[in-house]
């Protein structure tokens, strides 16, 4: 009775506007309902009457600490103010409540604001109404991520009783969709307990993700729970052959699947090939994807059916290839050395004076299939070297000065079938002049067989002084 006097005062004294001394006043704001084990936070907003300064200390009640108080922490931010004349200032008063209180009553504490000075002080009450947490029971486990239709799923659950009372008929229901368990049992004040629940998942359980509960009831309602999920994995029976065949240039792989089992089962195949190696790859069913590892495949089998998927690897198209590329060169070969073939080249003979004397010679061979008839050969040197009177074995039937340099014109009447002739002269050029020496190709023009005019090119002749470039 007198207990319950003193909390009707503390509570008036909450709802007081301000509680005031001659020379400085506070008031109190703030949510007094506070958790078992849980904290609250007042705001103290001390004013000065007085016509000076004052320099305050807030001290919190100093029985607070003690084992037999329900405050675990009481702090005050500042501890310590200095307000002038006609000024506010707040102060944060933080509490934390133990959790041995007991629910549905109302704990009073007090503030004290004192003046360093002139040690004039005040003292504020505080009340706080103490109610349950929101789990009157914690519950926490840890169960399996996972697991196999027909086996056993097994959990520990632990429970604390967060309240100092005891508690009587907890009723508990641990399961899920595919089982589910009744516990009903006794907590007292504060106390931590453990049990054990085993279930078997049924054969025939679907594949998919479930939900795995623990739920507290006390007195009908539901003071504590914990909630997770499990995954039944697929009940199937895959049985895999591969077979591996190999002949000339090919490597044949085949895979077959069969699921002897009683769900749908995703089955997957690798084939490890390089970026080169697949594309000589070809298989029976298309492939899901590649990538750098190799080609991928993944297959969705019914119960009782079977997959074959036969890999072929074969080289064969690349030997068919190089075969038509090395064809494709000896035919090319051919016709480029069965016709009229003319060679250009440049020997450097001597230097003397700032004159360098180089001599060209044209080589022609009649590599055609049978002899050319009216063969005229053009052969211009640039104007900024200069012919000499020197020729080899034949010299030319006519020479022309143009814009770009001198021609010379020889005429065979007839060349036969392997004939071959050299043409040859001379040229100087000044050293002082020219770095590089540039003579272009030379061309041959003939009658073949069936009387069709042919114009033939030689290769040009890139020359550096003391070097020669063909």
């Known amino acids: 009775m007198k207990r319950g006097v003193v909390s009707v005062i503390f509570a008036l004294l909450l709802l007081a506007a301000a509680v005031s001394a001659v020379e400085f006043s506070a008031t109190l704001t703030g949510d007094n309902i506070v958790k078992i084990g849980g ?9 000065n009457n007085d016509f000076k300064m004052r320099t305050l200390q807030v001290m919190p009640e100093p029985y607070a600490s003690l084992p037999s108080s329900a405050i675990e922490v009481f702090s005050a931010d500042p501890q310590l103010v200095e307000v002038n004349s006609g000024e506010t200032k707040d102060v944060k008063l933080t509490i934390r409540m133990k959790d041995t209180v007991l629910p549905n009553d109302n704990y009073g504490s007090y503030v004290t604001v004192q003046d360093i000075k002139d040690g004039s002080k005040l003292d504020h009450n505080l009340v706080m109404k103490i ?14 991520k996972s697991v196999a239709p027909g086996n056993e799923f097994s959990v520990d659950v632990k429970f604390k009783n967060n309240m100092n009372l005891q508690l009587s008929n907890v009723d508990v229901y641990v399961g899920s969709e595919l089982f589910e368990e009744k516990k009903t049992m006794i907590m007292f ?25 623990v739920r507290v009831y006390h007195e009908g309602v539901m003071n504590g729970k914990f909630s997770d999920t499990f995954t039944v994995l697929q009940n199937s029976d895959v049985k895999q052959d591969v077979s591996v065949e190999r002949g000339f240039l090919t ?3 085949t895979v077959t699947k069969t699921n002897n089992g009683n769900f749908i089962a995703t089955e997957y195949f690798d084939y490890p090939a390089s970026f080169f190696t697949r594309m000589f790859v070809s298989s029976s069913v298309d492939r899901t994807s590649e990538d750098s590892g190799g080609l991928h495949w993944i297959f969705d089998i019914n119960p009782g059916q079977s997959v074959v998927l036969e890999v072929e690897r074969s080289y064969v198209p690349l030997l068919v290839v190089f075969a038509v590329i090395a064809l494709f060169v000896a035919v090319a070969y051919y016709l480029l050395t069965r016709g009229l073939v003319v060679r250009k080249k440049v020997f450097k003979l001597r230097k003397s004076a700032g004159v360098a004397q180089f001599t060209v010679m044209l ?20 104007s900024l070297i200069q012919p000499s009177t020197h020729f ?53 023009r003939f009658k073949n067989r069936s009387g069709r005019i042919v114009n033939v090119m030689s290769n040009p002749v890139s020359l550096e002084l003391g070097m020669e470039k063909q």
């Open 131 to 144: 109610i349950p947490p929101d789990d009157v029971v914690s519950v926490s486990t840890s169960i399996p």
């Open 189 to 213: 004040p504060l106390q931590r307990r453990e049990e054990s629940f085993k279930f078997k998942i049924p054969s025939m359980a679907k594949p998919k993700d479930y939900t795995f509960s």
């Open 251 to 253: 490597e044949t792989t």
């Open 392 to 444: 080899g074995t034949l010299k030319p039937d006519m020479m022309q000065k143009g814009e770009k340099g001198m021609k010379f014109i020889w005429k065979i009447p007839e060349l036969s079938k392997g004939e071959e002739r050299i043409l040859s002269y001379q040229v100087d050029s000044k050293i002082t002049v020219l770095g590089r020496i540039a003579l272009p190709p030379c061309m041959i």
């Open 39 to 47: 904290t609250v936070e007042f705001v103290l907003r001390i004013t």
């Open 363 to 382: 080589h022609i061979k009649n590599r055609t299939r049978g002899s050319v008839k009216d063969m005229t050969i053009f052969e211009i040197v640039p």
